[in-house]
């Protein structure tokens, strides 16, 4: 796609996504275990199970769509922004406006909106939320790390306050922080008996994580590419040339802070250097 405003760029988007084989749900098109609790909590409600998506707008998982590969996450190479130059909330709108796959969360039903979502994502659509009548902000029920500010602000009432306690209600709810608004999720849709009034939800919540404690994170040095790959080199033998070992090396006897999708790309460009 050509460079262009966000209206032009997801006009010429829409158009490919209109002609191009939707042999899938939307549904099936996602993994990992984030869409595996969402997909669960939905389940449990009998409800309707929809996708915040950056290349589509929202979708209900049952729309059968094409393929596709584009994000608004920094530092990939199908980040859209690129393309447009603007932000997250204003590729959102163009989207919504232009995706033929798109729907408003509204129109969805009519019971409570449980909307799990990351920082970015809510950056992305806390604009367009903001917007809807009181009525629907009432039934919008919000999982993310951080409550709204900003733009998004209006929707804090609607914000459940989870936070690393979570991992202490069940064992079957700790997980990573890249799926906590999924897990937060599941825990509300299935353990809270929602009132309809956010504000006795939130309480439900509070009351749920009181007396528990965050596990303790371990603080670990960070280090550049070129310092970790030099680390990687001067363990590869102690690990034995296996990536699980070496990750677990850096992590818990050296006290090195790797995140694992950084950590898979030094550890095989390390892994090239030695074939060569």
């Known amino acids: 796609m050509a460079q262009g405003t966000a209206s032009d760029v997801a006009t010429s988007w829409s158009e490919r996504l209109a002609v191009a084989p939707a042999a899938q749900t939307v549904g099936d098109l996602y993994g990992g275990r984030g869409f595996t609790e969402a997909r669960r909590a939905a389940d449990h409600v009998s ?69 799990a979502v990351s920082s970015a994502y809510l950056e992305m659509v806390a604009a367009e939320w903001s917007a809807w009548p009181a009525s629907d902000r009432a039934r919008l029920r919000l999982f993310s790390k951080e409550a709204p500010q900003g733009a998004g602000a209006i929707l804090s009432d609607a914000w459940m306050p989870y936070d690393d306690r979570l991992d202490a209600v069940r064992g079957d709810l700790a997980g990573t922080q890249g799926d906590f ?52 080199r001067e363990n590869w033998a102690a690990a034995n040339g296996q990536s699980t070992i070496m990750l677990r090396r850096l992590r818990d006897t050296l006290g090195l802070a790797c995140e694992q999708g950084r950590f898979q790309g030094l550890f095989h460009a390390v892994k090239a250097e030695r074939v060569q």
């Open 47 to 115: 409800g309707r199970l929809a996708i915040i998506s950056a290349g589509l707008g929202l979708v209900d998982s049952e729309t059968k769509a094409p393929a596709y590969s584009l994000t608004t996450a920094r530092g990939d190479a199908d980040d859209i922004r690129l393309k447009t130059g603007g932000g997250r909330s204003e590729w959102w709108a163009a989207i919504q406006a232009a995706s033929p796959f798109a729907a408003q969360a509204p129109m969805l039903g009519d019971g409570l909106i449980l909307a």
């Open 181 to 232: 608004a999924q897990r937060a999720l599941r825990h509300f849709a299935t353990e809270i008996a929602q009132t309809g009034s956010p504000y006795e939800d939130a309480a439900q919540v509070s009351k749920a994580l009181h007396g528990l404690s965050a596990r303790e994170v371990p603080v670990r040095r960070r280090m550049t590419d070129d310092e970790l790959k030099q680390v990687i």
